[in-house]
């Protein structure tokens, strides 16, 4: 029984392989862009942790079995969107009218939508692309002042070549990076914010690893942008969005509460890899699976960093020090009582995530599938199957 994850209906505020360890990178420090501190919106209330009644047992219960859904009806407290495509990347823009999480999500086929618990998705954008390889809509990420703009940034894939678009509420979407190159393979990209004003931007090599280490291509890179596209202020080379190279086809970007630090997943030749993004060449990786299970989506918690998997169901644990050195080998969990695969996350806080499932895309889909859930990890690290 999986323990790390707790699927209860009560709920409380939200607070705010083989492998070699190889040495620990220097903190990023490419940005000299103060914090952004936006007003908070209303703070939605999680699945997963609860005070319990009189006579209750306490946090860590074996959860009560949760029936099977009906169509696109699902009765796991933690899902909040269903009956959604491939789901390529997610948000969280607040509380919904119930207190609870809502979020964007994207549909790699070029959908950006809204999901709140029972209720359908509301369509944000639909943006034509060509997900005929690896690509389509594959990125998302939100202004670091979404409760004031309502501005999205999403990846995609073109009939011509891959680009960044800007979504902006009752206008159509515009493109602010373009000129990404497009190949046969190594399309599909990734968005984060970075916690200080821009966008992160890692992309894929377009099926050419020469890109990948050529200083003047976008591809094959890990770039940061200002809101318009351009390269961001504080970037290790002035007036260029390059901030690391050696990229073949990313899967996840993530950033810690503080900012110090930056992860980005990828599908190499011979393995799947997590890297430390810092200024100049990738480098050695932080932790490497030579299974391929698919690295996607990662979240960077205080204690540990959370892996999904495009491949196999669930997702992997790294326990982490506070300077970001993994002190273990990964912990699956969720393989067997959780989502199927999961593909896109992003961290609400240090112990919760948002997540979108890809089980339409190889897995065992239910009738509710694809969804976008609340994952709550119960104390610090993770725990085993």
């Given at each position: 029984?999986?323990?790390?994850?707790?699927?209860?209906?009560?709920?409380?505020?939200?607070?705010?392989?083989?492998?070699?360890?190889?040495?620990e990178?220097?903190?990023?420090?490419?940005?000299?862009?103060?914090?952004?501190?936006?007003?908070?919106?209303?703070?939605?209330?999680?699945?997963?942790?609860?005070?319990?009644?009189?006579?209750?047992?306490?946090?860590?219960?074996?959860?009560?079995?949760?029936?099977?859904?009906?169509?696109?009806?699902?009765?796991?407290?933690?899902?909040?969107?269903?009956?959604?495509?491939?789901?390529?990347g997610?948000?969280?823009?607040?509380?919904d009218?119930?207190?609870?999480?809502?979020?964007?999500?994207?549909?790699?086929?070029?959908?950006?939508?809204k999901?709140?618990?029972?209720?359908?998705?509301?369509?944000?954008?639909?943006?034509?692309?060509d997900?005929?390889?690896?690509?389509?809509?594959?990125?998302?990420?939100l202004?670091?002042t979404?409760?004031?703009?309502?501005?999205?940034?999403?990846?995609?894939?073109?009939?011509?070549?891959?680009?960044?678009?800007?979504?902006?509420?009752?206008?159509?979407?515009?493109?602010?990076?373009?000129?990404?190159?497009k190949?046969?393979?190594?399309?599909?990209?990734?968005?984060?914010?970075?916690?200080?004003?821009?966008i992160?931007?890692?992309?894929?090599?377009?099926?050419?690893?020469?890109?990948?280490?050529?200083?003047?291509?976008?591809?094959?890179?890990?770039?940061?942008?200002?809101?318009?596209?351009?390269?961001?202020?504080?970037?290790?080379?002035?007036?260029?969005?390059?901030?690391?190279?050696?990229?073949?086809?990313?899967?996840?970007?993530?950033?810690?509460?503080?900012?110090?630090?930056?992860?980005?997943?990828?599908?190499?030749?011979?393995?799947d890899?997590?890297?430390?993004?810092?200024?100049?060449?990738?480098?050695?990786?932080?932790?490497?699976?030579?299974?391929?299970?698919?690295?996607?989506?990662?979240?960077?918690?205080?204690d540990?960093?959370?892996?999904?998997?495009?491949?196999?169901?669930?997702?992997?644990?790294?326990?982490?020090?506070?300077?970001?050195?993994?002190?273990?080998?990964?912990?699956?969990?969720?393989?067997?009582?959780?989502?199927?695969?999961?593909?896109?996350?992003?961290?609400?806080?240090?112990?919760?995530?948002?997540?979108?499932?890809?089980?339409?895309?190889?897995?065992?889909?239910?009738?509710?599938?694809?969804?976008?859930?609340?994952?709550?990890?119960?104390?610090?690290?993770?725990?085993?199957?």
């Amino acid at each position: 029984m999986v323990r790390s994850v707790v699927l209860l209906t009560a709920a409380c505020l939200l607070a705010g392989g083989c492998a070699s360890f190889p040495d620990e990178p220097a903190p990023t420090s490419w940005s000299a862009q103060p914090q952004l501190t936006p007003q908070a919106g209303p703070r939605p209330e999680l699945p997963g942790e609860y005070r319990p009644s009189p006579g209750e047992q306490g946090r860590g219960q074996t959860p009560q079995s949760v029936p099977p859904p009906q169509g696109c009806k699902d009765f796991n407290p933690a899902v909040i969107g269903t009956c959604l495509s491939t789901v390529t990347g997610v948000a969280p823009i607040g509380a919904d009218a119930q207190g609870g999480v809502a979020a964007y999500a994207t549909e790699r086929g070029g959908r950006l939508v809204k999901v709140t618990k029972d209720v359908d998705p509301v369509v944000i954008a639909q943006i034509e692309v060509d997900a005929s390889t690896d690509g389509g809509l594959t990125g998302l990420a939100l202004s670091a002042t979404f409760p004031e703009d309502q501005l999205a940034y999403v990846y995609v894939t073109t009939a011509t070549d891959n680009r960044v678009l800007r979504i902006a509420p009752g206008d159509s979407p515009k493109p602010i990076l373009t000129g990404i190159p497009k190949g046969p393979s190594g399309n599909r990209g990734v968005l984060a914010s970075d916690r200080k004003g821009s966008i992160l931007v890692a992309t894929g090599d377009a099926g050419n690893p020469a890109l990948a280490a050529d200083p003047n291509s976008l591809a094959g890179k890990v770039l940061r942008i200002d809101g318009s596209g351009k390269p961001a202020q504080g970037n290790p080379t002035a007036g260029s969005a390059v901030v690391s190279s050696g990229l073949r086809l990313p899967g996840g970007l993530c950033v810690s509460a503080d900012a110090q630090k930056v992860w980005v997943t990828d599908w190499s030749a011979n393995h799947d890899a997590v890297y430390r993004v810092v200024p100049g060449k990738l480098g050695d990786a932080a932790w490497t699976w030579p299974d391929r299970p698919g690295v996607m989506g990662c979240a960077s918690y205080s204690d540990v960093l959370t892996v999904s998997t495009a491949k196999t169901p669930g997702m992997q644990n790294l326990p982490m020090n506070a300077a970001g050195a993994f002190t273990g080998k990964p912990e699956p969990f969720m393989q067997q009582d959780g989502f199927g695969r999961i593909g896109p996350m992003e961290m609400l806080n240090d112990t919760a995530s948002v997540v979108g499932t890809i089980n339409k895309a190889g897995g065992q889909p239910v009738s509710s599938d694809d969804r976008v859930a609340i994952i709550v990890r119960e104390g610090g690290g993770g725990s085993k199957d």
